[in-house]
């Protein structure tokens, strides 16, 4: 019983030896997207600032951002739709993180 379940660790640590992972992910990229979707996250409950506004370009320069959505009278970023961009950016980023995404 004992030499079986060497048998088996052996082949599957045998098997993953020889694969490489082919995920190209650019770590300063990741870095600088993830930190502007925080600065978002950090303002949507207070007074919007220049960096809001930075961090919303940036992220739009990849994926989608509603921009319409803030044409309101108070001009901000609806909680809900804000939520759906969010699971729309993270969703974009897993998907795109192994190309070596490159600034813009």
Known sequence: MKIYT????????CSSIGKK??????QEFKTEFFKNIKN???QM??????SFD???KFISKYTHVSFNSMN???RTYPLGIFEKD?????KWYEENKCN?????
């Not at 060497?6 to 640590?13: E, F, H, N, Q, V």
């Not at 409950?45 to 220049?50: D, L, W």
């Not at 070596?100 to 813009?104: A, G, P, Y």
């Open 6 to 13: 060497i048998l088996i660790l052996l082949c599957i640590s």
């Open 21 to 26: 992972s082919s995920c190209n992910e650019n």
């Open 40 to 42: 978002i996250e950090d």
């Open 45 to 50: 409950t207070k007074v919007k600032n220049e």
């Open 54 to 56: 930075s961090s919303l």
């Open 72 to 74: 309101n009278y108070a």
């Open 86 to 90: 969010k699971e729309g950016w993270l």
């Open 100 to 104: 070596n995404i490159q600034f813009k």
